[in-house]
């Protein structure tokens, strides 16, 4: 699980989104191959990770691993892009311009602020279309 931030209807919100979205990791024992089908069948399954003809095995030490840095690091996530950064705009239509980073808007996107015509304007953008100004 990771942290995000949306902003909608002005509102500022932060959600939990999970690390693997759409894997079930399963604890199987000896007799797992037999019913492997009923996994397989279940809804929302659409494939198991497998090495040749057998499903791929996790060592329960590793998803323990994986559990405490995700404990660890859920609340100490850093930000490349800080509120109020310099942001310049390396691609589309606004290429060239300089903005002020404001937030996250979803994993790919951010809301900068435009100075367009002396009147600050909101605009939300591609993350990949920002780089750091000074």
Do not use: C
């Amino acid at each position: 699980m990771y942290k995000q931030e949306s902003i909608r209807h002005r509102q500022v919100r932060v959600s939990t989104i999970p690390l693997f979205p759409r894997y079930v990791f399963v604890r199987a024992d000896a007799n797992a191959k037999e019913t492997i089908h009923t996994i397989r069948s279940t809804t929302g399954v659409s494939r198991l990770i497998k090495v040749g003809d057998q499903p791929s095995e996790i060592k329960a030490d590793v998803i323990d691993q994986v559990r405490v840095l995700e404990a660890n690091h859920l609340q100490h996530t850093e930000r490349y892009f800080r509120t109020d950064d310099a942001v310049l705009i390396t691609d589309g239509l606004y290429q060239g311009l300089k903005a002020v980073y404001q937030m996250d808007d979803g994993m790919a996107r951010a809301v900068v602020l435009l100075n367009l015509l002396q009147h600050p304007t909101r605009l939300t953008i591609d993350k990949a279309f920002l780089k750091k100004s000074s």
